[in-house]
């Protein structure tokens, strides 16, 4: 395990001077970001807020002495305001990933990965390929030709590092209730000291 834990105070943090409306309807903020690592103009990322409050856009303009930039959402947000500040992730990872970083660790049980039944069937929007799901979920209303394949989902990614986990790779993982999954090193490493270093690329 990492001896730093890595906070949302090690993000870049970006602190809105001033907001306006866009003839399009979009909501953009100018403001500061304190440090510039994985922020560049012309890429989109989030201003985290934390249980799926965060606010998506892209920034627009930067200037890379000043860290003075202008960020756009599209999604008009109350709490993007003059006088706020956002700890800023970048596109590589979304908000969702901080909020299980973040998160009570009474909420993943240790198991077991074993395979599931899966739905192979064709969408009408894409006839030319073929889609799987678990088969204990609802088709979509464009699936045609579907065929159950017994044990047929036989492996699961990790969160965060996308590690497979399944009979041949990992057998023991961490799986919560949305049926989530995290290897045994990144639940250890992050979820357990609420560490947000597979942000920065700290792994160990």
């Not at 969160?159 to 999954?181: M, V």
Request: glycine letters at 6%.
């Amino acid at each position: 395990m990492s001896t730093h834990r890595v906070t949302l105070l090690d993000l870049p943090q970006f602190s809105v001077l001033a907001t306006r409306q866009t003839s399009n309807n979009s909501q953009e903020a100018e403001g500061i970001f304190s440090q510039l690592p994985n922020v560049a103009p012309g890429e989109w990322g989030w201003l985290y807020v934390p249980s799926g409050a965060s606010i998506i856009g892209t920034v627009l303009s930067l200037d890379p002495i000043t860290r003075r930039a202008r960020f756009n959402s599209t999604e008009p947000n109350e709490r993007l305001q003059a006088g706020a500040t956002f700890p800023f992730l970048h596109r590589g990872w979304n908000a969702e990933d901080l909020d299980i970083a973040l998160g009570p660790t009474e909420i993943w049980n240790r198991v077991k990965f074993v395979p599931r039944d899966s739905v192979r069937y064709r969408d009408s929007r894409a006839p030319d390929s073929i889609a799987e799901q678990l088969a204990e979920r609802p088709l979509p209303p464009t699936a045609d030709k579907a065929n159950v394949c017994a044990g047929g989902w036989d492996h699961e990614n990790c969160q965060f590092c996308q590690a497979e986990i399944g009979p041949t790779a990992q057998p023991f993982a961490y799986s919560d209730s949305q049926d989530r999954w995290l290897c045994e090193r990144c639940y250890k490493n992050f979820v357990v000291p609420h560490s947000l270093g597979f942000v920065l690329d700290i792994w160990d």
